[in-house]
């Protein structure tokens, strides 16, 4: 009864999200851009997806959330401290996950704090050029309670609601296409391509491994190479998740 409650409560919370508490942004016209995010994070993902991108002269978001880290889950071995500096020290941007990984919305104002204050003393003793910029909600449920909060602690809040970011865009609840096997063809791909070329606007996709035989939450090297491959024939740059802010003056 109490994981349902609490399932519910945040997906009323996310709807109520989307609509309130904006941090607006106008996303310049013209710019159009990629970026590939990768959660929680799987080994997989530094070791397969992160030179999958640098082949194609981009860098990714990697939110990690330190307590997850070289962790075995049913899913997926996790990734390593060593990897963490290997891929920010290659460029590639270290995001926020929280701590834990709890919904954000299962946390009062205090715990929030803690867990951005624990999961940036983490990555700050990993390397201490690292700065965590950028946050994934958990589980992709964004948190009306805590937005301005989170606004105040970050430059973006990226969720799970698919589309393309265009036009006065909420910085604080990002929309990201799943690039999961299970979840997307190379149809869908495309089309969200073709959508932030005509809109001039910025795509963001999520996964988490990128293995021959991934988990449900993850994608195959093919899948990830074919939105790679779209993002090329368009020129269209691939970016972090920073960078992409930096790009669009936010």
Same mark, same amino acid.
């Given at each position: ?13 996310n ?21 590939f995010?990768f ?30 880290v ?8 996790? #990734?390593?401290p ?29 715990a ?8 940036r ?31 105040k ?21 990002l929309?990201a296409?799943?690039? #999961? ?38 994608c195959t090297?093919?899948?990830l190479?074919?939105a ?6 368009? &020129?269209?740059?691939i970016?972090?998740?920073? &960078? ?7």
């Amino acid at each position: 009864m109490g994981s349902r409650l609490s399932a519910l409560k945040a997906r009323v919370s996310n709807r109520l999200a989307r609509h309130l508490v904006a941090t607006p942004h106008r996303w310049p016209l013209h710019q159009p851009m990629v970026s590939f995010t990768f959660d929680d994070v799987p080994e997989s993902a530094a070791t397969v997806g992160a030179p999958m991108l640098e082949d194609h002269g981009g860098h990714g978001t990697f939110y990690v959330a330190g307590n997850l880290v070289n962790r075995k889950s049913e899913y997926w071995n996790a #990734i390593h401290p060593d990897q963490i500096v290997a891929l920010h020290r290659q460029g590639h941007e270290i995001g926020c996950h929280s701590f834990s990984h709890r919904m954000t919305g299962d946390l009062d104002a205090a715990a929030l704090t803690a867990e951005i204050a624990t999961n940036r003393d983490y990555f700050e003793k990993l390397d201490a050029s690292i700065r965590l910029e950028n946050f994934a909600y958990p589980y992709g449920f964004a948190s009306l309670l805590h937005k301005a909060r989170l606004s105040k602690a970050f430059r973006s809040s990226r969720g799970i609601l698919p589309g393309v970011n265009c036009g006065v865009v909420d910085l604080h609840f990002l929309r990201a296409m799943p690039l #999961i096997t299970v979840g997307i063809d190379e149809a869908a791909i495309d089309l969200a391509f073709d959508t932030a070329i005509e809109t001039g606007g910025w795509l963001i996709f999520y996964t988490h491994d990128v293995a021959a035989s991934p988990s449900h939450y993850g994608c195959t090297p093919a899948l990830l190479r074919r939105a790679l491959e779209a993002a090329s024939r368009r &020129q269209m740059p691939i970016v972090s998740v920073g &960078q992409a802010l930096r790009r669009a003056g936010a």
